[in-house]
Every structure is written in structure tokens, then in C-alpha cells.
């Protein structure tokens, strides 16, 4: 598969617990924040979204939470399974063109 | 996503060789955009485009160029590849204001 981050932060979990995933932004000005999930040898997927007028949403095992106070975002995946092992990026959304910065992305390894 | 496909998916080229990577959608999306990725950096923007024939740079445009004939296709070119343009490369493309949807990526080895 490609390798699509040899340097990235690694979470590592047991299979069946809980995973946070974190990001900090750094324009208050976001409005609007994407979770994409990559797996090897595959484009970003997604995952979640929400836009800065909420602090939390739900999704099917996931739910992202915004801080805005503090500019952090994170991604709770619950029961996690090892089809959940992939890297995931953060992106934020900076002015209405719909641009969106990625963030650097983490690697989440599931141990059976 | 199977609505939106790069090809090649694999290319080894020389330097100074001109390369053009393909992408083409079904989504009927108006905005599409070129990223490229390198381990440890993400996902940065080359170049994006609302429409038919409208064409901006993104964050490290230099060294590539664009072609949006047809709202379905969105073509990335480099004139002189270079081997610091060995990467990973991915189509996307949005409605909008709204997520942007990724092709499979074509990986790409300048020698």
C-alpha cells in the first residue's frame, strides 16, 4: 500500500475501546470542518463534518466535537474496529470559496 | 469513489518529461481541484476550478498547469517534471460549498 505519512502521530488502541482522534485550527475565522478518513492506497473518505454554529455531531460510531473557544476539533470513534486502522486528516474550510486546509493528519492503529 | 476517476494510477518518468494526469467525475460537480501529497505534509492544493474554464492556483502551483475543457474533466499537467514532484496526486471535487469528494490517486515518480 502507499505510504501516505512516515512521520505522522500514531494512536494506538485496542480494538473494541474508544478512539479519540485531535486537531487544532488556527483561523477563527473556519467556519466549517471535514474529518476524512484514508486508508492505504486510497483517496481521503468521508467521514463527518460540522459547521461552526454547533459544538457537536453525531454521525454512525463517530461524533466530532468543535471547541471553538480554543480552535480544537476532535473525532470519537466508538467500539473501535480494525477496519477503522487508516490515517485521519482534519480539514477546515477558510473563506466561502470552499478552500479547505488539511491538517497534517494522525495514524490510527487497531490491535486485535 | 468510483464517481471519480484518475488515470494513470501508476506513472515512472524521467526528468524534463511532460506528464498529464487525468480526472474525470460523474458527480455532476461544478468544482474540482488538484492536491498533492507528501508523507508527513497532507494535502496541498495545486490548483482549483468553479467552472468550465475557470482555472486558480492553489498553495505550490509552480511547476504545473490545468485544463478544464468539460465540467467532468479536470486535467493536471507538468511541463518539465522534476523529481521534488514525486508524489502522491488526487482529484477531488465539491458542489459548492459543501465536502469534497476524492478520486484513488495516481502516484507518481520523477527519476
Known amino acids: 500500500g502507499e505510504s501516505v505519512g512516515l512521520h505522522l502521530p500514531t494512536l494506538s488502541v485496542q480494538e473494541g475501546d474508544n478512539s479519540i482522534i485531535n486537531c487544532a485550527y488556527s483561523n477563527s475565522a473556519s467556519d466549517y470542518f471535514i474529518w476524512y478518513k484514508q486508508e492505504s492506497g486510497k483517496g481521503p473518505q468521508f467521514i463527518i463534518d460540522?459547521?461552526?454554529?454547533?459544538d457537536k455531531r453525531q454521525g454512525q460510531r463517530v461524533t466530532v466535537l468543535l471547541n471553538k473557544t480554543v480552535k480544537h476539533l476532535s473525532l470519537q470513534i466508538a467500539a473501535t474496529q480494525p477496519g477503522d486502522s487508516a490515517v485521519y486528516f482534519c480539514?477546515?474550510?477558510?473563506?466561502?470559496?470552499?478552500?479547505?486546509?488539511f491538517g497534517g493528519g494522525t495514524r490510527l492503529m487497531v490491535k486485535p | 469513489d468510483a464517481d471519480v476517476t484518475q488515470t494513470p494510477r501508476n506513472r515512472i518518468t524521467k526528468t524534463g518529461k511532460r506528464i498529464m494526469l487525468e480526472c474525470s467525475q460523474t458527480k455532476g460537480h461544478d468544482r474540482m481541484y488538484w492536491y498533492r501529497q507528501d508523507p508527513g505534509l497532507g494535502l496541498r492544493l495545486i490548483y482549483y476550478s468553479f467552472d468550465v474554464k475557470d482555472i486558480n492556483k492553489g498553495e505550490i502551483s509552480d511547476g504545473y498547469s490545468v485544463s478544464r475543457q468539460a465540467q467532468a474533466k479536470f486535467s493536471l499537467s507538468l511541463e518539465s517534471a522534476i523529481p521534488n514532484q514525486t508524489a502522491l496526486y488526487f482529484c477531488?471535487?465539491?458542489?459548492?460549498?459543501?465536502?469534497?469528494?476524492f478520486g484513488p490517486g495516481t502516484r507518481l515518480t520523477v527519476l
Open positions: 460540522i459547521r461552526s454554529n454547533m
Open positions: 477531488a471535487t465539491s458542489a459548492h460549498i459543501d465536502t469534497q469528494y
Open positions: 480539514a477546515e474550510n477558510i473563506d466561502a470559496g470552499n478552500m479547505l486546509t
